[in-house]
């Protein structure tokens, strides 16, 4: 072996657990060869035997409920915290960890020595939810091992270069970095500190999705249709569906659109060709997705409903759960289940939408059931007219203890041909039995 390289791969086998030393020096040997340079090739090769590990896993795959696994990275934050634990204060170490593939936080209940900028390899963690995000967890049952800082990516590297995809953003990240185009965006006035403060809200896109975003400091230059490339920007969790946060520390630059990029403002406000629902049921929660297929089956709590005029929430005998007996306001859904063959779904529609699926108006429908003096006779009209429809459904998905719900936010029968859909059908079946032997 060359003695050059030698201490190198004792450093990257080392921290594989002193395991693939050969096969590390021949890889290491191809990379340099190329003119790779070194830290690059050490933290490529690093990554590439770490995938082979069963236990070994990376920011980006991190979700709630993991136990004993293996990660390596860095501690790009840390500080030390004092909490009372059942009567008694404890010191816990709380910090963001990355390893560049995004960049999540973590906490620690015991002192490990630890500080920033450590890279680290740490053995036997594991994952709780946290502000509706898994968390990176690991303490004195853990075990630490300090790595060359070559072997990681640095700080700033993983805080402001690392650029992501809009549907590669994990629900573990905190931070994130990307190049996006502004579709949609409007000004808010909210209350903060006795004083009014303008927010900018709105929708940005890239080729792969759309997320809602939030600035709570001037965008200046910006408007729908510029390309924008951030830094920096903090990622909100609400019920696995990813949001961008703009702040003072986020970097924000209006870019000239990049000839390479692969999108435009006007590939991106199309509607995206259906998702199969079994691709939809994999993610935590999908902004803007667009799925078809056939009602199965239309739920109760469908038809005329009463709403709390303060709160909108749906009451019971005019008994609000906030606001207690209240002159009740009418209203009309459908809650629906969708299936296309690959999965299923609940489905969502307020009033407008309704009325567009269901084919009868809100005044229609209240007069239906004003004439059978019962509102149980809208339900099972939308039963009859609805069950085994196939329809488009356009809107947002997230996932509860329930399962996945799509509230929608446009819905359509389409013009496609019965015969084609049956062609396509026996087709995917086909290739099924194919793929099968």
């Excluded at 990660?71 to 709380?94: A, D, L, M, N, P």
């Excluded at 995004?102 to 890279?119: E, V």
Aim: charged content about 25%; glycine content about 8%; aromatic content about 6%.
């Amino acid at each position: 072996m060359d003695e050059r390289i030698a201490p190198h791969v004792e450093e990257i086998s080392r921290a594989l657990g002193n395991r693939y030393a050969e096969e590390i020096r021949i890889e290491l040997e191809k990379l340099l060869q190329f003119k790779v340079p070194l830290d690059e090739a050490k933290r490529t090769i690093l990554n590439r035997f770490m995938s082979r590990s069963p236990t070994s896993v990376q920011v980006k795959d991190l979700v709630s409920g993991m136990n004993s696994f293996d990660i390596t990275g860095r501690i790009i934050s840390i500080e030390k915290r004092t909490v009372t634990v059942q009567g008694e204060q404890r010191s816990v170490f709380t910090g963001s960890f990355g390893d560049g593939t995004g960049i999540c936080s973590f906490t620690c209940w015991d002192d490990m020595s630890l500080k920033a900028g450590d890279a680290v390899r740490i053995k036997n963690a594991y994952t709780r939810l946290w502000n509706n995000r898994p968390e990176l967890y690991f303490g004195k049952r853990s075990q630490i091992e300090k790595l060359p800082d070559g072997m990681v990516q640095g700080i700033e590297e993983m805080s402001h270069q690392n650029l992501k995809k809009l549907q590669d953003i994990a629900p573990a990240d905190v931070v994130a970095n990307s190049i996006v185009v502004i579709v949609e965006m409007y000004h808010r006035d909210v209350p903060m500190k006795g004083k009014l403060l303008t927010i900018t809200e709105g929708v940005i896109a890239d080729e792969t999705a759309k997320l809602p975003f939030t600035s709570w400091t001037p965008l200046k230059g910006a408007d729908i249709g510029s390309f924008i490339r951030f830094e920096g920007a903090t990622v909100r969790i609400f019920r696995g569906l990813p949001s961008i946060n703009f702040s003072e520390s986020t970097a924000v630059s209006v870019i000239s659109q990049p000839e390479d990029l692969p999108f435009t403002l006007e590939s991106v406000s199309k509607a995206s060709d259906p998702v199969p629902i079994g691709k939809v049921l994999e993610k935590s929660g999908i902004f803007d997705v667009t799925v078809a297929g056939n009602i199965i089956s239309v739920r109760p709590g469908s038809g005329m409903i009463d709403r709390c005029p303060v709160c909108n929430r749906v009451t019971q005998k005019a008994n609000c759960r906030a606001h207690g007996s209240v002159d009740c306001v009418s209203d009309m859904r459908i809650k629906f289940i969708l299936d296309d063959g690959t999965g299923s779904l609940h489905v969502m529609l307020n009033c407008e939408l309704s009325e567009v699926v269901y084919g009868k108006s809100m005044y229609e429908a209240e007069k239906m059931a004003l004439e059978s003096i019962s509102k149980e006779v809208v339900y099972d009209d939308m039963k009859r007219v609805l069950t085994g429809k196939y329809i488009v459904i356009r809107g947002n998905s997230s996932r509860n203890e329930f399962g996945v719900t799509l509230v929608a936010k446009s819905a359509w029968y389409p013009n496609t041909d019965l015969k084609e859909r049956i062609s396509s059908l026996l087709e995917r079946i086909e290739g099924k039995v194919i793929d099968d032997g």
